[in-house]
């Protein structure tokens, strides 16, 4: 949302509060808009904080452009989301020259030099690639299909995105242990409910023999789920065609409670009170872990999901 990026605006003189710059990626998903909302309602004055906000519309030109805005107003940190993994080391660099540390929040960055960031939270993503390549083993097995030739598509993240990668990896990993799974085709939905719509279609007018669909973020799998009955199909626990995703926001419950999705492999987005602790403690010169990896669980339609949707935070 255009409205709400404030990155060349913002003003870092803030007298005693911690002036923190995120570059965000985008507001491509729920679960975008829950990591925006966990910082936005983390770094406010009443914690001692003044937040430099930048959407990045899920391009790395904006967000290297914010991260050099930050560093010329002088900020105190440089939180990062990176869109992809590569590509960082030039402006990570100057960040360094300019004493600024650098906090890596979801994604990861693949730099030579690991001293160019304090710290990174996240999610495991190739561990929820995997966890999801089990479920669909157990599922299928207790289906009675556990030994039937089953055909795959994947709707992947943004390519390159480091929740992209691991969870291809992940689900690759789980591949290699079935022969008879088949992975007909793998195309990016880049993590939006219309291009994981888009993609689905074109999936469905080129195979005719879809078992399951593994969408790489609840978004896409929303888009892909339109498709699907567009298309005259069904899918769910009681349909045709088998849909997975990831993250777990709140409305892939109502889709798993009306019979849509089959599970959601939960990806953590509250990463606002993570990073500042991590602040909190690089200003009392405190040494932080430098890889952090948050709790992640799994739903599925066998579980009590209005219970679970009713506590749920995002
Ligand atoms: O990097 C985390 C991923 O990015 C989430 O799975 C997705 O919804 C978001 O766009």
Redesign the pocket.
Known sequence: DEAEDTGSEGDADSGELITVGYAQ?GA?????TANTESFKSTFIEENGYKLIFDDAQQKQENQIKAIRSFIQQEVDYIVV?PVVETGWETVLEEAKEAGIPVILS??MMDVSDDSLFEAWV??NFVKEGETCGDWLADYLEEQGRGDEEINMVTIQ??IG???QVGRTEGMANKLEEHSNWKMLDMQSGE?TQAKGQEVMESFLKSYDDIDVVIC????EAFGAIDAIKAAGKSCGPDGDIIVVS??SVKAAFESMIAGDLNATFE?N?LHGPRVAEIIQKLEAGETVDKIQYVDEAYFDTSMDLETILAERAY
């Open positions: 990626v491509e998903s729920d679960w975008r989301a979801d994604r996240g999610g993240g943004t995105a480091s929740a993590f790489e973020n609840d978004n990831f993250d990806c987005p």
